[in-house]
């Protein structure tokens, strides 16, 4: 089969902080590079280092350092790695929206990218122009367009909105198009971010068939970036692990996900979001095999950068492939933290009585905040095991095991 892709020693690099250089023959450097090489600006700022978790040693960081791999024809890749682990660069090089430091890149056929709301559209232009534009964009012809416009504004779900400027949509109306454009405008690699959690979970479902159908029926590539490890395993054929702007593991789908979830161990591994008014800092389970019936201890170490009068915490307690099965709270349960002083430190337990989880693996993620705001959130850091207790409930069977609850039934 023919390679689609092909990365060759490819490296992205960043100068962190000012985007003045300071010094002249970076300055000299950099008008070179612009306007007589027109390329892009070798000494961009950007926000972060690569490694979130550690301080810069350097005025340069490296968001992707020596990637070497190949794509085949008509193979759906999945990019995976915690935030900052260089996904998105990675896809922005394949795109050409920017160009690598070092290395080249061959890609064989057009290149659709969805890898922000609104990719390529022009704000003023309506839904309709933009259609035209990014068709315009892949090398078809005005004709090719008008074939497959129908096609592309019944999938977006649009057609109401499709003659009004792109800037008056909403972000999920953007997205819904975008993909849309991108899909259907028949690309020989179709490219996607994490864009897709925009949109609504009906669009979602429709666009993991779509991509599937440009896959398997159509023999395209897809590249596919996401956090959700239930539609990298649907969709996803091959899978690729990012780490700090390496390539940390490469190969079947289902390995690489099993291996990227085991690999997390401590809170400081996990994607996070919130404020950092109160974070975690440490959480753990009383066990990590549970039987059916029995309770499970749950701990949480926080600690207050602020004085919060209200702070709430929650588990959402999800399958392996990230579909949520449960919801536990303290203000559910009336149950209310007392008021925390800045820099204090406080250890909260949380017993769930009766586990009735069908066996299997489960993960939780943790959450602190008020009605007001969220202070942090940690995905996914807390992961264990149920097993089968016959004296305690029935049996499961086979015919169980689409099922996550499992309920006690009297019959008569």
Known sequence: MATAIEFNNVSKQYRLGLVSTKTLSHDIQRWWTINILGKEDPYLKIGSVNDRASKADSEYVWALKDIDFKVEQGDVVGIIGRNGAGKSTLLKLLSKVTGPTTGTIRARGRIGSLLEVGTGFHPEMTGRENIYLNGAILGMTKSEISRKLDEIVDFSGCERYIDTPVKRYSSGMTVR?????????????????????????????????????????????????????????????????????????????????????????????????????????????????????????????????????????????????????????????????PHLSKGEKRTVHCRIENINLAPGCYMSSVWLGNPYTMYDQVLSCLRFSVSQNTTFIRRITPYDRASKVVLQSKWQ
């Open 177 to 337: 198009l975008g993909f849309a454009v991108a899909a259907f405008l028949e690309p020989e690699i179709l490219v996607v971010d994490e864009v897709l959690a925009v949109g609504d979970a009906e669009f979602q479902k429709k666009a993991i068939g779509k991509m599937q159908n440009v896959s398997q029926g159509e023999g395209r590539t897809v590249l596919f970036v996401s956090h959700n490890m239930a539609s990298i395993r649907q969709l996803c054929k091959t899978g690729i692990l990012l780490k700090n702007g390496l390539v940390e593991m490469r190969g079947n789908v289902e390995d690489v996900v099993d291996y990227y979830l085991g690999s997390m161990k401590s809170v400081g591994d996990f994607n996070r979001i919130g404020n950092g008014g109160v974070l975690v800092r440490d959480c753990r389970l009383s066990k990590e095999n549970v039987t059916l019936g029995e309770s499970l201890d749950i701990e949480v170490d926080i600690e207050s950068h602020i004085d919060a009068d209200i702070v709430d915490i929650s588990f959402d307690i999800t399958d392996e492939l990230g579909k949520q099965i449960a919801h536990v709270s303290n203000y559910d349960d009336e149950y209310h933290i």
